[in-house]
């Protein structure tokens, strides 16, 4: 029983994991960067939910699209801003594209953190929760309104977006980008658009997933960047770019973390994500979904 | 007369740099002469700290192109390493002091091996994973580490004035350090794998054992950093393995001059006085430095160092050149 309890449990946290994952996956697919402020976004999202819900007094089902407005902009002010030079412009990007976008993005990183932490304060806040319900059964497991209302939100999130990519006009032309931007170009697509787009998503995502742990992790300025962390080995163990694979090894981590908190060390359980990273690199360097990269 | 070796622009650059390396040092060491205060001399022990690290950052991601997010980490855990043979062994500091570079080096090289193999943004992702995971492991082991509340470290030399001058004469010894690597032919062999890996290796270069050497001496530079300043401070803390930490030493770098030996040192004696006073005016220093960071990398990529030099290019072409 405390098996199924704790691989629910796992799962719940994997669904978190896999909302921060899938956009940073989402942003290498499309520019081959890795986005080092993606922690920051969900702290945004996390003080936006808090801010608005206590300092408007408004429900905190209404703060929640402001949260996801407040990532959808960051999101696209980095893209507009910080990203763009890399693809327009100038033609001797290519090789220091690396270097720019590493130092770039952790620049933006430190610099949200530490405006907030000058603005707002460095003390946490305590958020309010979406659904205070008590504990409740359902058939054999215990959990809490907040843990199974995030639940809810991640899945129709993850299921709506993978509707979005796959079926849509603007998804459709985000893959083709993924795959060859200048064949993608040449096809007449708006590469711009498409990685603006992708930023923006990112950045909701990562908001609303900051948001709904508000009532849990007490936004701080720092907050946001063990998350942040979380989901980088994740994308490394699902395959750099690959989506579903993002979000099976959020999965995989949760439980995994969920069982070693309870059979191995409760003090280390952050540490198995590292581990878990050491031995992906070792025997399958493409991670599990991944594709071996090829050079062209 | 043995012959010398032909004159490049590779070596003249490199030696143009060295010289003024070496002039900051020497002004360096004329400080105390002028400056008694303990606390300014403390100062400027830190940024020398810093300088260290941004040396061993520079190597590696300057020369070789290889972005690792974690040299304070490494600094702490060259730090741990001096302090835990002190405080479970009592060993002495001339047995924690080397071990404070052997330690660091060791795990560069484990986890270079593994990381290193793959290009792009896998180094990056892993150290930094690393440097927040292992931060935390620190923290939490209690029993072995004492957590948040550090080691007590022996003191290799009491007095500022003797600090200063241990902590000078290690920095000459790094900068001359690289100055030496970058002569040999593995600095060419780091700038070329940097301008282009896959180039690099159809000219035969082992690409994986010179990105493996250069991030072996940059975690062995930035875990002796952490050990010395463990004996300055008396102490170690997870602390020293903050990200903010990192921050600090790539916006040193990036703001004195990436790829070039005296950008980390311009860039990491700026930065930190500045720090001290941008304290004062109301504790902004980390959001001008990111600032700084963003602005440097999108428009001036050489850094402060770049732009000194653009300016004296300039000048010496209005005099007329012949």
Request: proline share 5%.
């Given at each position: ?296 | ?10 070596t003249?650059?490199l030696r143009?740099e060295f010289?003024?390396s070496l ?32 040396c061993?950052?520079?190597l590696?991601?300057?020369y ?108 000459t010894l790094i900068v001359g350090l690289i100055y030496w690597l970058l002569r040999l032919p593995l600095g060419r062999?780091l ?22 050497i250069?991030?072996?001496i940059?975690?062995?530079i ?39 030996l ?61």
């Amino acid at each position: 029983m405390l098996a199924l309890d704790l691989f629910v449990n796992g799962l719940i946290i994997g669904l978190y994991y896999a909302l921060m994952a899938v956009g940073l996956a989402m942003i290498f697919g499309i520019l081959k960067i890795v986005n080092f402020a993606h922690g920051e976004f969900y702290m945004i999202g996390a003080y936006t939910y808090t801010l608005i819900a206590l300092g408007l007094g408004v429900p905190p089902w209404l703060a929640l699209p402001a949260a996801a407005l407040a990532g959808a902009l960051i999101g696209w002010a980095t893209e507009r801003w910080l990203m763009r030079p890399l693809y327009t412009g100038y033609g001797s990007w290519g090789l220091m594209k690396d270097e720019y976008a590493v130092v770039v993005t952790f620049g933006l990183s430190l610099l949200l953190i530490n405006l907030f932490d000058k603005v707002i304060g460095p003390y946490p806040m305590r958020g309010p929760a979406l659904w205070d319900a008590p504990r409740l059964s359902i058939g054999p497991f215990m959990m809490s309104g907040q843990k199974l209302i995030t639940a809810a939100v991640a899945i129709i999130l993850m299921v709506s977006l993978a509707l979005f990519i796959k079926r849509s006009l603007w998804g459709r032309q985000i893959q083709a980008v993924a795959q060859n931007r200048l064949g993608a170009s040449i096809a007449g697509i708006d590469t711009a658009r498409a990685s603006s787009i992708v930023f923006m998503a990112s950045g909701v995502l990562a908001a609303i997933a900051g948001a709904l742990l508000a009532p849990v992790i007490n936004p701080a300025p720092d907050v946001g960047i063990f998350p942040a962390v979380k989901s980088y080995v994740i994308v490394v163990i699902g395959g750099m770019g690959s989506i579903p694979g993002s979000i099976i090894a959020a999965l995989l981590l949760g439980v995994l973390e969920s069982f070693g908190a309870v059979y191995l060390s409760y003090d280390y359980r952050d540490t198995y994500g590292l581990v878990l990273l050491i031995l992906i690199l070792l025997l399958r360097p493409q991670g599990l979904f991944g594709e071996r990269a090829r050079e062209v | 007369m043995p012959a010398r070796p032909h004159p490049n622009l590779h070596t003249s650059k490199l030696r143009s740099e060295f010289l003024l390396s070496l002039a900051i040092l020497g002004a360096l060491a004329m400080v105390p002469l002028l400056v008694q205060s303990n606390y300014w001399l403390g100062v400027l022990i830190v940024s020398m700290y810093f300088a260290m690290m941004a040396c061993g950052w520079n190597l590696l991601a300057g020369y070789a192109g290889q972005f690792s997010l974690a040299p304070a980490a490494f600094a702490m855990l060259g730090g741990y390493s001096t302090g835990l043979l002190a405080y479970h062994l009592d060993a002495p500091l001339w047995i924690g002091l080397p071990m404070s570079i052997i330690m660091p080096g060791l795990v560069g090289l484990v986890l270079g091996r593994i990381v290193l193999r793959l290009s792009g943004a896998y180094l990056a992702l892993t150290t930094l994973s690393f440097a927040e995971i292992i931060r935390l492991v620190i923290y939490n082991s209690i029993d072995f580490t004492r957590g948040d509340q550090g080691l007590n470290v022996p003191a290799l030399y009491d007095g500022r004035i003797g600090n200063y001058y241990i902590f000078l004469g290690v920095l000459t010894l790094i900068v001359g350090l690289i100055y030496w690597l970058l002569r040999l032919p593995l600095g060419r062999f780091l700038q070329a794998i940097r301008d282009d890996e896959i180039g690099a290796a159809s000219r035969g270069i082992d690409v994986l054992r010179y990105k493996t050497i250069a991030f072996i001496i940059s975690c062995a530079i930035c875990g002796f950093a952490g050990g010395l300043y463990g004996t300055f401070a008396r102490l170690v803390s997870p602390e020293l393995g903050l990200i903010a930490q990192t921050g600090l030493v790539i916006a040193m770098v990036v703001i004195g001059g990436m790829g070039t030996l005296a950008g980390p040192l311009i860039g990491a004696m700026l930065v930190y006085t500045a720090s001290e006073f941008l304290r004062d005016v109301g504790g902004i220093q980390m959001i001008v430095f990111a600032a700084l960071v963003i602005i440097f990398a999108r428009f001036f990529r050489e850094g402060l160092w770049g732009l000194l030099r653009r300016v004296a290019v300039r000048r010496a072409a209005s005099k007329g050149t012949p």
